[in-house]
């Protein structure tokens, strides 16, 4: 779970989408339990109410899920269904920046297409 | 509920007003952050609302119970001040020990350890401490009061970045063991905001903001660009600080933008972007805007 205090994403998204990456590198394996709040909360200083609050979020989604007085587990097919959403968030993620940033320094699409099937070697 | 409560409470010292008119309720089980610049009334506030001082006008409730002089409330909070206000020749461990004859939950073993922690020896005295440790004894003395409020002057003055980090852990660990209400005053803002669950911001002797710090956050942001692009965004809109860099401006703002807003920063190709706790408690309490002045060298 990687945390970064300087960046745009308000914290409870960043604990979110980093346990949606966990999740999708397999460091948080289906049917086993993930860190608990008060660990997270304790590990990065961060206020228990923000972490639950990016929990939630998952659990509202169905990826995790709570087991009464255990803690907090990955459920079944979460992988699947994540990389479902993160590949339906990836043109606006990715691609529209992409197009922003090539239209502001006057790159053309075949250019990118080039760029992306040449490879390291374009140029 | 182990409410707070300040009701229209003004506070003057001589001729000069402290507070004005502020009403407030510090609930119960939440992580406050009280800031304020220099003489905002962060202290006199504080000193208020733990009956060492007297308002002029309105009154303090704790439970719905006025705290003037009752002692059974005071017990209840642990104020920790900025001043050191133990006895000089005192030994660490009678502080302790005094302690526990005001607080009854006093845990000792919880303090001892915390000297461990810390590497404070008790069997020093009060005045061969440095600045730093000095603020770790009285820290751990009210991390260990267990009291249902803790009210915290300035911290973390003096102390370092190890020493910090290991009280934020602690009170933290604290707070999710047995939620209490605890009050944070100080200026190094940066390194607490996400410890805080909400902010109260003082500034020309009122409350400029009382408001969860997720919720202040989202509605803050700026946007930059060309000056003459964000001074036109800017119309009717609520801004607090204006920045310019030669043709580069930026402009903070604190309104939720609504999807329209959002559309016309782009559309005028301007940069958005979230605003830090600190940022934004500067822009708020800038009276007279001096920081946006560049100094002049030579």
């Known amino acids: 779970m990687n945390i970064d205090f300087g960046s745009q994403i308000p914290i409870y998204l960043q604990i979110s989408q980093s346990i949606e990456d966990d999740i999708i590198r ?30 939630n979020l998952l659990v509202d989604e169905g990826i995790l899920y709570k087991r009464r007085g255990v803690g907090m587990f990955v459920a079944k097919d979460a992988k699947k269904t994540l990389i479902k959403k993160q590949k339906d968030h990836f043109y606006d993620k990715y691609v529209v920046h992409l197009l922003h940033e090539a239209d502001k320094l006057g790159i053309h699409i075949e250019d990118i297409v080039k760029m992306l099937t040449g490879g390291p070697e374009y140029e | 509920m182990n409410n707070i409560e300040l009701k229209s409470i003004t506070k003057n010292y001589k ?8 009403s407030l309720i510090f609930e119960e089980k939440r992580i406050y952050g009280l800031l304020g610049r220099n003489g905002a009334g962060k202290t006199t506030l504080l000193n208020l609302m733990t009956n060492r001082i007297f308002p002029t006008h309105g009154h303090i409730t704790l439970s719905d119970q006025p705290i003037t002089e ?37 845990d000792l073993n919880y303090a001892n350890g915390l000297c461990k922690k810390f590497d404070l020896n ?18 751990i003395v009210a991390l260990a009061s267990n009291a249902e409020l803790l009210i915290f002057d300035e911290p973390i ?28 005053s100080t200026h190094i803002i940066e390194e607490i905001a996400d410890l805080l669950e909400w902010v109260v911001i003082l500034g020309n002797q009122t409350v400029l903001i009382n408001e969860s710090v997720s919720s202040l956050l989202e509605r803050a942001y700026t946007v930059t660009g060309k000056s003459s692009d964000v001074e036109a965004f800017i119309q009717n809109k609520n801004f607090i600080g204006l920045e310019y860099l030669g043709n580069y401006c930026k402009a903070t703002l604190l309104e939720t933008p609504n999807t329209e807003t959002l559309e016309t920063i782009h559309q005028i190709g301007l940069e958005k972007s979230k605003v830090g706790l600190q940022e934004l408690f500067i822009k708020l309490t800038d009276i007279g805007g001096v920081l946006h002045e560049i100094p002049k060298i030579g």
């Not at chain 1, 394996?29 to 639950?52: D, F, K, R």
């Open chain 2, 70 to 106: 009752n002692d059974a409330l005071l017990e209840r909070i642990f104020y920790m001040t900025e001043r050191n206000l133990y006895p000089e020749s005192m030994k660490i461990h009678e502080v302790f020990r005094w302690t526990k004859t005001f607080y009854g939950n006093f």
């Open chain 2, 157 to 184: 003055l003096g102390l370092d970045a190890h020493h910090r980090t290991l009280f934020y852990k602690e009170l933290l660990a604290q707070y999710i063991k047995t939620p209490k209400t605890i009050i944070l």
């Open chain 2, 122 to 139: 008790p069997n020093k005295k009060i005045k061969a401490l440095s600045t730093g440790y000095n603020t770790v004894a009285k820290l």
């Open chain 2, 15 to 22: 001729a000069t007003c402290a507070l004005k008119d502020i």
């Open chain 1, 26 to 55: 397999d460091i948080f394996e289906e049917e086993t339990q993930i860190p608990s709040t008060t660990e997270v909360s304790l590990n990065y200083n961060i206020n228990p109410a923000t972490i639950a609050k990016g929990f």
